[in-house]
Every structure is written in structure tokens, then in C-alpha cells.
């Protein structure tokens, strides 16, 4: 349940010429629609009946109605998992965004020099997320890192170990990893641009940074809108990143809800409340993929006018 | 068995985690290495056994069933050894399908306490009365984690892990002071050897259960063992003791005045960066579980072999209550009889315990592998390299009025994450004393 894919866009009823091609499209979606259904909804339910359950991971399953939701929503730690969960979204959304969009319009110039650079940005989407933690846990440490290793002071922080710190930390390395998957995105929608468009600014006498928020901004509103709800999405399920670098610590700062559910659940054996907070992750996803698609306005306007 | 007990824990949570794919694994055997045929209570004439497998422990383990059944060809044991994780599932959900194994290897407290409620394991007390001798050549404090409720529900076998405080001799040689032999003493250290840029105390602070040695250690100094065997026994309020809030301020004096290096909170055991710490003299002082030895030996160079490495027991606390000769760690391994086992299963098993698991070969197996057997009079095993070590280690845990058991191991696993979580908070200055009480009578009991 972790990957919910973002909400199909609604498409309109097709016409009644149109019937007989619409039939066999359907049939195409059927192997994806089989996929998510046993990979997607089945367990869905499942966490949704055992949150109404008693369950030790071992022994029996009691079915106990709503002790579980009970415990949970009255516990302290789900307030705070929600806050910390937030926090994280939106610290990295407002590093990411500017920075992926600045990469990708570069990026999308045709140079050759460009081009190289661009193979480069993307060396982090090759490496899993768990590697990646390892090296900066090890890089970080405030004993045998790098401050230590290059004899820069300033280095020597306590990185992970002080609340205030780390949740930047984890911040950084999230855009560390993210930032060239959404340049990507950004790179591809800014080259779709029409050219006569730039053309035409640059006529009219508009200076770079003019064009920049007249016309590229504008243009490549859909894709900020499709790369922040992965962004903001995706931020729900952080776990292996959390995990290994400061496993929620120091205390619980940085302790976001896919890791209170893993503590619940595994650490201290109440597969119940893991349950509940399962269903609210899913319920805070669609809620914000919903939102966001709202925010970007009806769809049917053109991106073209006045083109 | 240098490191087992770090395995056990680090490996807890992930082997939790396998509980979740139980039915995915039910699918298909994940092929543990069967050596009998037994399987669950199998047949009337042998019993089966069922461990942990993996080095040090297997081979030693399957040479004593291989003694035991060249002297009992007629009555024989068919053991099955599973790895770490797999092992506490399979174990659990054995027991609770009815199809347990004559002797379940287990780690006492907690998880035993489980079987005894469930009236899954044979009371032993009155075969250890009859069969005083076979006792009598067990160390006493081992017995405390298998014993539940006053009665004796398991054998202690294998090796025990007492909690020492280790030390770096070259730095405190290097800064002019002596080993601490009071709490006072170690707080009076902690400017000193500040002053010369060497954290006193490493501690991994992100694992928790580290943290986790200190209180044990400072609650036992403060207030003896009364408290937390009260905790353990489920009284409500057990840890409103005064001297529980007298310890959590100490502890969290200690980390006020600096007390342990830089950055402990997210300094990890697994990777053995707080043993680094000390051999690389970055460190004065750890407290830490026996089996650092081993990794301090493994890795630490010629830090052990130039006799740079100190031990002791943990020191006492000025006017506390409890005996100095105290410790905390894994007084041992414990193997239980299953009360669904025939009678000539448990007749076979009780003969096990009482000639192959106390005989000389089984004592001579575990000190071979570093360990210090929970069998009495094994000094004169301990020769060469380290045998001063093995001695100490003896002796701090024959001398033990008290052995307890390392609190999470103890617990229910519900009440150890809490109490986890609140320690690491407490050292994180996050939560006060008070806070800490509070919490943690909540789940008293659960």
C-alpha cells in the first residue's frame, strides 16, 4: 500500500460513434487493473479488517472493533508522527521544486556541454535509497566522518544526533536523491514549450528571467502540479531512508508515521494500531493527491492560447 | 558466542517483521536443516530439540547430542536448528499449534514467562530438588531468568554475558588517572578527560537497548533489585520508586555534563562504531555487554594483545542499596521441556540435562569458543591469551548476589519498544524524569 498511484484523470463519457474503439481500450487496462487489484486493493482491506482487530503478529486474531482505533487515536505519538511526516513534505517540497526546475530548464538547451552535465545529475536515481543512507550515516558521523577525515571543523557537527539538525539532514538527502528524478520531468516538459512562443517574447524584447516567468513557469504548470504530488505523496511512505539513518531518533524527532507504524507494529507487536495508522497514511495520500489535482484547475483550458 | 546476543537484538524488529509474511512463508518451507526426521512432538521413542544454528553455537550443540546419543543409542535425540529470526517465529507459533519440540531453547524471562502462562512448559523445581547434584553444578544467578513465580521452568545452559565497563588503560596511563570505583568518581572523570578532547564514556546511543545498560546498572547500584523485579511482576506503579527518579536524574546529568562522545545519539552498535570509539582512544571508558572483547580483539589491532583493554564491574553508587557484586547481561541460554511431550520424551530430555549438558566436554566446547559456560568451577579451562579475561568474567558472574536479566529481554516485546523509546528520549534530554516514570508505569504489566 505504500505506492498509491495518483488518481486516474477523470476522462469523458464517450461518445456513441466512438463506443466500438473505447471496447477494445478497455480490455488493455485489464492486466494493470488485475496488478493493482492484488497488489493494491486486497491488501487495502486486509490492513483495513485488522485494524479492527487484537492481533500479536503471532497467535490468534481477536476481532475487538474499535479498541485498536481507539488506542491509537488517543495516542500522543500520532499527532506528533503526523507533524513530523508534514513537516518533512513540506521542507523537501520547498527545496526540491526550485531547485529541480532551475536544473531542468537548463538542462533542456539543447548544448552539448548540457548534455554531459545531465548524465552526471542523474548518477543519484541509480543508487537505492538504503546506499545512499549508509554512505551519508558514515560520512556524517560526528567521529570518524568527513569532518574528521578532512579536518574541517565546521563539518564536525553532531548531524544526525541533535533533533534540530537532523530533520535537515534528512531533508537534504531526500533532495539529494529526488532532485534529479524531477529535473527529468522538468527538462522533458520545458522542451515540449513551443519554440515560436520564446520567439515571440523575445521579438517583443522580454529579457531571459522575463520569459522565465512569463512564459516557462506558466507553461509547465501541469508538470509542477504532476511532480509535487509525487513529491508530497512519495514524502508519506519515506521509510528506508528514515530507517537507516536515524531510525526516527534522536528521541523521536524525526520519527514520521511509516515509522511509527513499523515501531507499532513489529517493534512492539500491536498489529492492530499499525493497522489504523496504515489507514490514515492511505486516507492523507488521496486527501493531498485529490487537493492537488484541484489546484491545478479544471484541465480543459488550453495551454496554448494566444500561441 | 561472541556476538549472539548482538544478532538477537539487533535482528528483533526484522524478525518481528517476518511475522507480518507468516503466510507467505507457510507456502513454502524456508528448509531449516532437519537432521532427525521429527518434526513437533514426534514420535514416543526419541525427542527432538530444536536451537539456534550458526557458528559458534551449532557445532558445539550437535556434538553434545551426538554424545548423548552414542551413550543412548535406544533413546535418541533428533535435533533441528533454525537460524536467529526464523527460530523466534517458528517457535512461538509452534508452541502455540500444539506441536512444540521435547526441548525448546529459549532465552528465559520474558518469552518464558509467555509459555508459563499458556501451561506450555514442565515445571522442573522438584527435579532440581531430587537431582540436586545436577544443580549444584550450575551457576546460581542463572537461574533467575528461568525461574518464573518462584518455580523453575528451564535448565540454564551454554554460556553467560555479564555487562562490564571497559576501559581504555593507554588513555587514562596518557591523562594521569585511576579507574573509577564509585559513581562519584566517573562524573569527577568527565572534565578530565574532557579537558583532553577524549569523550569518557562511547555509547551508541541509537541502538537503545545500549542506553538501556546504564539505567540497569545505575537503578540496581541506587535501589537493589526490588524495583524492577517489581516491574516485572506487573505492580502497578512499580517504578514510582524515588530511587528510580534519583537514577534517571544522574543518568541525565551525566549527558548534561557530557558525558558520552559527540553525536552518541546517532551512533549505531551494529557497526561498532562506539567499540571503535574506544580502541581508537577516542574513548575512555564503555560499558558494554562481554562480547565486545571479541570485537575489541577483531578489530581493534594490538589494542587487546598490548594490554590496552580494562574491565571491570560496573562501580557502586554512594549510599545506594544495592550489592556492588551485582550484574546485568544474559546469565545464560535456557532450554525448556514441553508439557505436551510423552513422558518417555521428557524422561529423555531430563536425562539429557542431567549427564550431557553438565559433563566436561560440553564445558570445554563453549570456553573453546570464547565463552564462559554457565557450569561451575570452569576456571581451570581458561588458558592462554585470554584467560585473565575468561576469569573475570567467571567471577563477576559466580559472585553475582544478583544476575538479572537485561530489561527488554525480560518484558513483553509491547512494554520493551515502550520503554526503548522512553530511554532514548530520556537521554535525549527530551522527556524529564517524572515523564519517564509516568510513561513507563503505563504499560506496566502489558
Redesign the interface.
Known sequence: MTALAPPAVRVKEPTAAGRGRSGSVAWMALPAMLMFFAFGIIPLLGVLGLSFTTW?????IHFTGLTSWKAELKDPELPHSLLVTFEIMILSWLVQTPISILIGVFLAAFKRYRGFLAVLYFIPLLLSSVAISITY?AL?????GLGTGLGVGFL?Q??????KL?IWVLVFVVSWQYVPFHSLIYQGAVRQIPVSMLEAAQIDGAGRLRQFFSITLPQIKYTIITSSTLMVVGSLTFFDLIYVL??G?????TRALALEM??K???????GPASAIAVILVLVGLLLAQLLRRLGGRGDESQLEGA | MTNSSFSRRNFLGLAAGAAGAAALAACGSSGPSNKGGTSGGGSSGSASYWSLSGEPGQPIRQAAIDRFNAANPSTKIAPTFFANDDYKQKIKTAIGAGQAPTMIWGWGGGGLKSYVDGGQVVDLTDWFGQNAAVKEKILPSSFGAATVGGKIYAMPIETVQPIVLFYNKKVFDQVGVQPPQSWGDMMALVPKFKAKNIAPFSLAGQSRWTNMMWLEFLLDRTAGSDVFNNVFAGKAGAWSDPAVLDMLTKIQDLVKAGGFEKGFSSVVADQNADQALLFTGKAAMMLHGSWSYGIQKANGGKFVSSGGLGWMNFPPVEGGKGDPSNTVGNPGQYLSISSKATAAQQDIAKKFFSTTLVDDQEKAGWVKSGGVPVLTNSDSLFTGDDAQFLKDMSSIASKAKVFAQSWDQALSPTAADTLLDNISKLFQLQISPQQWVDNMNGVIGK
Open positions: 500479536d503478529g503471532i497467535g490468534t550515516k556524517l558521523d560526528p567521529n570518524f564536525n553532531d548531524w544526525l544526533g541533535s533533533s537532523a536515524t531510525n531518533g534522536p528521541g523521536d524527532s513499523y515501531r507494529g513489529f517493534m512492539a507487536n500491536l498489529m
